[in-house]
């Protein structure tokens, strides 16, 4: 894969919120500013061994240069169109901080020849030396994507381990969960056979008391020895301990000075009782004005989808989208209590909801289960991105009301994804190893599936990314996303996110009938706010369909795997709308362009493609479907039935030529 020919180029709007915020508030951003962008070296080195190296060839190069390209062109004799080559290969690095891109996994190489980046190379010795460490990887193909050594795939998760193999770091890693461990901040190494180092994240290479008895294990009836060893990162987490130093001075509650305090202990000692501290104190500082995270938070890319990768984001608030959000967050329990779990798992995490793209944390369900959680979506990043003047797949009947409606139907769809979607659902499990569970051992509840008492449920030590392993992560967004969808019909949804409200109808309570009309006038606004719903829900369905189309543009036909885990969600809901009811719901019709170029095989078949949604079955074939789809992801999980949820979502999500 070429790096992207013209990436674009989007602007973020904060200004009008940052003069909103205090002078405190201002210096508490700017010193979170900093802590996150000391990490950004962790995120090269989890990903490739060459990518720091590539990194600080384009800063070089930079300042060889001044940033004045075209005077580069000319010292080196290298054409214009060359060196525009050089910087969409650095463009599309940059976006992803790493040459695998950010969004699918995939490596990307440059258009410029070798010899033509050599010329450019040459500006200095330091350039000539990066450029020599990384010449050969810059522009192999191999490995392609991101994934398990002994599949071919690029992981530096594990670290100058080319022959570590799935199994081993399965059995290594089941055993370190099993003793109560984390692995979040950690990367894998293989010693010599037999023998594995577990590298934690830290300042310090001192063992942190609160977390660790002993740094040397052994694994149960094997020869398998494994040893812990702090101070991986250790240069870029102490400079992220002591910018978060200078941001306490101007926290702006005791839960903020908690919080920092903790998350500085965690950076310095690489403890995960620390991070757990700071976790509770982050949820308790409830719609701060300045809102941030940063720690190792997701494992998208981490072929086990255990360990995680550097995330560090300061946001300001958006008060108009928060108030919008915290009306939506004060009847969680209320729209959760309308998904078809009929009584199984179906306990509720208390959550807020902050309009700063998403994320919800913290990532402990103990925590979440007890002090609730937070939802952040970035308003200003999904509205840029996503926002683009370019509409695929829709006829041209429906393009004029899929413009009207997508910004509210991406936002409502965010805003159910990431509140309802991430917080709903109670896996059972047992909570002290051989002694208590969560829910009546003697007398376990029904699975709804099967109408039998359950017979699974989650060891000590275990988890959903543990257990459901490389399918995890995406089967999280996929029934997050499915939830959402489901719930998009929901009048306290509509109501919360703008689609009810003044000057589009009134709302009302669950059960009442709609008011006495007394007039003719009467009657046609509200036959007009009616369809104006039922195009924001037909709508909305639309746009998981185009998500979902668009998805494959990252599955690698040839490994038969996805690249992205919303995406792979994604196209699990198209293709269960597709089969559902025939086709006569949803049909994707297929036309021939005859100008296309090879170059763009994949993208010109994919824009060949229009949508035929019945918009009258949305609410009937199209809910049930998607009802059908959710109970399952969700029983699944909650029974930890892993043989039955991976044929489950490992069908929905299998890809046949026709769909290719």
């Known amino acids: 894969m070429y790096a992207d020919t013209d990436p674009p180029i989007y602007v973020l709007e904060i200004a009008k919120h940052f003069d909103q915020l205090s002078l405190n508030e201002r210096l508490y951003a700017h010193y979170m500013s900093h802590a996150s962008y000391h990490g950004y070296r962790v995120v090269l080195r989890q990903v490739s061994p060459e990518s720091e190296h590539i990194f600080d060839l384009i800063i070089e190069l930079h300042k060889a240069c001044d940033g004045d390209w075209m005077s580069l062109a000319y010292r080196t004799c290298v054409p214009t169109k060359r060196v525009n080559e050089f910087l969409e290969y650095a463009a599309t690095f940059l976006d992803s901080l790493d040459n695998y891109k950010g969004y699918g996994d995939q490596k990307f190489v440059p258009r410029l020849p070798v010899n033509e980046f050599s010329k450019l190379r040459s500006s200095t010795i330091k350039t000539k030396c990066l450029f020599d460490q990384v010449v050969e990887a810059i522009h192999s193909d191999l490995p392609s994507t991101l994934g398990y050594p002994d599949d071919g795939g690029m992981s530096a998760y594990y670290p100058e381990s080319p022959n570590i193999t799935k199994k081993d770091i399965?059995?290594?890693?089941?055993?370190?969960?099993s003793q109560g461990f984390h692995l979040q901040n950690t990367r894998l190494k293989f010693i010599a056979p037999d023998r594995y180092e577990v590298l934690v994240a830290s300042a310090e290479n001192l063992v942190p008391s609160d977390s660790f008895e002993g740094t040397n294990f052994q694994l149960s009836n094997s020869n398998r020895q494994i040893a812990f060893a702090f101070g991986d990162h250790h240069t870029e987490t102490d400079s992220v301990a002591r910018c978060l130093g200078q941001a306490a001075k101007f926290s702006r509650n005791e839960f903020q000075k908690t919080y920092l305090e903790y998350l500085t202990k965690y950076f310095r000692n690489g403890s995960i009782a620390a991070h757990k501290k700071a976790s509770v104190a982050w949820v308790q500082d409830k719609s701060p004005p300045v809102e941030t995270v940063i720690e190792f938070m997701e494992s998208y890319r981490d072929p086990s989808n255990i360990r995680?990768?550097?995330?560090?984001?300061?946001?300001?608030?958006?008060?108009?989208?928060?108030?919008?959000?915290?009306?939506?967050?004060?009847?969680?329990?209320?729209?959760?209590?309308?998904?078809?779990?009929?009584?199984?798992?179906?306990?509720v995490e208390p959550g807020q909801i902050g309009a700063f793209e998403s994320l919800t944390g913290p990532n402990y369900r103990d925590i979440k289960a007890k002090h609730g959680r937070k939802n952040v979506s970035f308003a200003n990043r999904l509205s840029a991105v996503h926002l683009s003047n370019v509409i695929l797949f829709v006829k041209t009947a429906d393009i004029a009301s899929y413009k009207a409606h997508r910004q509210l139907c991406f936002d409502m769809i965010v805003a159910a994804h990431e509140l309802i979607g991430h917080g709903s659902g109670k896996m059972l499990c047992e909570t002290e190893?051989?002694?208590?569970?969560?829910?009546d051992i003697e007398r376990p509840p029904l699975n709804p599936?099967?109408?039998?008492?359950?017979?699974?449920?989650?060891?000590?030590?275990?988890?959903?990314?543990?257990?459901?392993?490389?399918?995890?992560?995406?089967?999280?967004?996929?029934?997050?996303e499915s939830i959402a969808l489901y719930l998009i019909s929901n009048e306290m949804l509509l109501n919360a996110m703008g689609?009810?409200?003044?000057?589009?109808?009134?709302?009302?309570?669950?059960g009442q009938s709609v008011p006495k009309l007394f007039n003719h006038h009467d009657a046609l606004v509200l036959h007009a706010h009616l369809l104006d719903l039922i195009s924001v829900i037909y709508n909305c369905y639309m746009e998981i369909i185009i998500l979902g189309l668009n998805g494959l543009l990252i599955y690698n036909p040839a490994e038969k795997k996805w690249g992205q885990a919303h995406d792979r969600a994604r196209f699990s809901m198209l293709k269960c709308m597709a089969e559902t009811d025939d086709g006569s719901f949803?049909?994707?019709?297929?036309?021939?362009?005859?100008?296309?170029?090879?170059?763009?095989?994949?993208?010109?078949?994919?824009?060949?493609?229009?949508?035929?949604?019945?918009?009258?079955?949305?609410?009937?074939?199209?809910?049930?479907?998607?009802?059908?789809?959710?109970?399952?992801?969700?029983?699944?999980?909650?029974?930890?039935?892993?043989?039955?949820?991976?044929?489950?979502?490992?069908?929905?999500?299998?890809?046949?030529?026709?769909?290719?």
Request: aromatic share 8%.
């Open 433 to 439: 190893k051989g002694q208590q569970h969560n829910f």
């Open 586 to 660: 949803l049909k994707i019709e297929t036309h021939q362009d005859s100008a296309s170029s090879a170059d763009d095989e994949n993208e010109t078949a994919i824009s060949n493609l229009t949508i035929h949604l019945t918009e009258h079955l949305v609410e009937t074939v199209g809910r049930k479907a998607t009802e059908r789809l959710i109970l399952h992801l969700h029983i699944y999980p909650c029974t930890t039935d892993v043989i039955a949820g991976t044929k489950f979502y490992e069908d929905l999500t299998a890809v046949n030529e026709l769909q290719l």
């Open 449 to 480: 599936l099967t109408q039998q008492p359950i017979k699974t449920w989650y060891k000590f030590g275990e988890t959903p990314k543990s257990v459901f392993s490389s399918i995890a992560t995406s089967y999280n967004e996929c029934l997050a």
């Open 170 to 177: 399965k059995a290594v890693d089941d055993f370190i969960l």
């Open 499 to 510: 689609a009810v409200g003044p000057g589009k109808g009134s709302s009302r309570a669950e």
């Open 308 to 347: 995680c990768e550097w995330e560090a984001i300061v946001a300001i608030q958006n008060k108009e989208l928060t108030k919008a959000f915290s009306c939506l967050a004060d009847h969680a329990e209320d729209l959760i209590r309308t998904l078809p779990w009929n009584g199984i798992a179906g306990e």
